[in-house]
């Protein structure tokens, strides 16, 4: 019988020895003490978190920066650099007042002049801040620590969409970086956040460091979700960009790193029979895995070719690639996800178990499709989506497409999907990605339930009668309405085919026993204060 490597990576964990695979965190870090907490991640491509929606810019973002307001964990949003805040009678006059200590990493204090403008860029490309943008009268300062946002008509959603994880980081950046037009990059990374980001010791592709922002006075309540106090209980986090799975977890093993965010689902029962090492679900809410198509260009300009993209997908067997083990994976059906309060079942008959190939093969034959080359971005360095992405090209082939994989880094996909040029030009047909499963249940700061062209998530998804309905979104007061209006938003997704879900997976990272304190969430991000080393 011939041994594979996995097998025998198996082997060797069980037997409770470290493989001999070669360490590429001794050569890199300082060897590992109380105070530092080493964490297997993957590589940033963009720092600055009002260009890009990937989690790693996210993850960066929550450690340097510090936000108004911030959701706890039963979702509420709360005061996080705001010390108080009125509304006036009228509703259209929000008073917020900046509490004491505020200070940026460069020592200079955080300003309500610094607020002004970071919710001014951030209101150009997030899609809430967006709504906030067209229904604002005026922004601006009062004093040094206070600023009013002035509507021209009440908005009772205003500081949920302030607070909400759903959309771009929210960022509270110093003034002269938040004037730069926010399709400008940011270049420096200074925040007011818990952590600093230690630009000498930053080595892309391989690790980046944060230390603990010494001058950072959290809140004096109890760290609560991405809200109360953001206390840094450690010394140093380093993020190893380590793409390897089998590398990770025999680096967790070996006690060089101490949390490793994506452990492959075939390796739980190794990891439980650690006692070194345990698996905890982070996000209980689990992550939507969804497939973008590209409006703009064909076959998927074609509305029947994105309807055969429904029919040819089995959920099933994308699941189990994604989370083979069962009791972490689920289809979902519903464009509102599975564990919000707006989650139906409306306009879902096209659901199949095993999909139905035949019918696909039929609408891509009324939608004209002659042969054209179909383009699937591949993120190699994320095995998911690597593994789905061939998954999917393999089930395109079988019912006659042309298909090609075009294999590349998560951060070169992050760059190549914005392209909306032809194939011939660069430009692409297909890509996977995930959300956490909470943000489903926004369609107003989550971009990926927008389809306004241009203003929707790459692809670029278009059709005026959604958008109508999503537009009355903020208005709508009551749960049960907004539920109602949920049922007529997914009716009409599905008709135009906006993107596709492939299934909710709830996965737990892995971590030595020794790390304790994580933030938990019903949202895929990772926040760093809070934990601790024994």
């Not at 260009?51 to 911030?70: K, N, R, V």
């Not at 004037?179 to 270049?187: H, I, L, M, N, S």
């Not at 925040?191 to 690790?207: C, D, T």
């Not at 994989?405 to 995930?434: C, H, Q, T």
Request: proline share 6%; glycine share 8%; net charge neutral.
């Amino acid at each position: 019988m011939m041994i594979s490597r996995r097998n025998l990576f198996k082997a060797g964990i069980a037997a409770g020895t470290a493989l001999s695979i070669p360490s590429v965190l001794r050569a890199q870090t300082s060897p590992t003490s109380g105070q530092t907490v080493r964490m297997a991640m993957t590589d940033i491509g963009v720092f600055d978190p009002i260009l890009s929606t990937t989690e790693m810019t996210y993850d960066h973002a929550l450690a340097i920066y510090d936000t108004l307001f911030g959701i706890d964990s039963k979702l509420l949003p709360q005061p996080q650099m705001v010390h108080k805040w009125d509304v006036a009678d009228d509703r259209k006059t929000y008073t917020f007042e900046l509490r004491d200590g505020l200070r940026f990493h460069d020592g200079s204090p955080v300003t309500a002049a610094d607020c002004v403008a970071s919710i001014r860029r951030w209101g150009v490309a997030d899609s809430g801040g967006q709504l906030i943008m067209a229904r604002a009268r005026d922004i601006s300062k009062k004093d040094d620590k206070t600023f009013t946002i002035k509507l021209k008509e009440p908005m009772g959603l205003l500081i949920d969409i302030l607070a909400s994880p759903s959309g771009l980081f929210p960022a509270i950046m110093r003034e002269k970086d938040a004037d730069r037009p926010a399709t400008e990059q940011v270049t420096s990374n200074i925040g007011s956040g818990p952590f600093k980001f230690n630009e000498a010791l930053a080595k892309p592709g391989a690790s980046f460091v944060y230390d603990r922002n010494e001058q950072y006075l959290p809140r004096k309540e109890h760290a609560d979700g991405f809200a109360g106090g953001k206390s840094v209980k450690v010394d140093r986090a380093i993020w190893q960009v380590i793409t390897d799975q089998q590398t990770a977890i025999a680096a967790l093993q070996a006690g060089e790193i101490d949390y490793f965010a994506w452990p492959p689902a075939d390796l739980y029962p190794v990891i439980d029979s650690d006692p070194n090492l345990e698996l905890q679900v982070q996000n209980r809410a689990g992550k939507v895995y969804y497939l973008r198509l590209n409006f703009l260009q064909p076959p998927f300009d074609n509305v029947k070719a994105r309807q055969a993209m429904l029919h040819l997908i089995d959920q099933e067997a994308f699941l189990s690639i994604i989370a083979p083990d069962s009791r972490y994976a689920h289809p979902v059906t519903s464009i509102f996800g599975n564990s919000t309060p707006y989650s139906n079942d409306e306009n879902t008959g096209w659901f199949k178990q095993g999909g139905d190939p035949e019918k696909a093969k039929q609408l891509f034959q009324e939608a004209g499709y002659a042969g054209e080359k179909v383009v699937i971005l591949q993120p190699t360095d994320w095995p998911t989506g690597s593994n789905a992405s061939q998954l999917l090209g393999a089930a395109l082939r079988k019912i006659g497409f042309n298909v090609e994989l075009a294999p590349m880094s998560f951060a070169e996909l992050a760059v190549r999907r914005a392209n909306k040029g032809s194939i011939e030009n660069g430009g692409w047909s297909m890509f996977i990605s995930n959300d956490s499963d909470l943000n489903f249940g926004d369609p107003i700061s989550n971009a990926t339930l927008r389809a306004d062209g241009d203003g929707a998530f790459y692809g670029w998804p278009k059709n005026d009668e959604y958008e109508a309905l999503r537009a009355k979104w903020a208005d709508v007061e009551s749960l049960e309405e907004r539920k109602t209006l949920a049922r007529k938003m997914q009716r009409v997704w599905w008709d135009f085919v906006g993107a596709l879900m492939l299934g909710q997976v709830v996965s737990p990272i892995a971590r030595r026993k020794a790390l304790t304190g994580l933030i938990q969430l019903p949202v895929g991000y990772i926040p760093m204060w809070n934990m601790q080393k024994a």
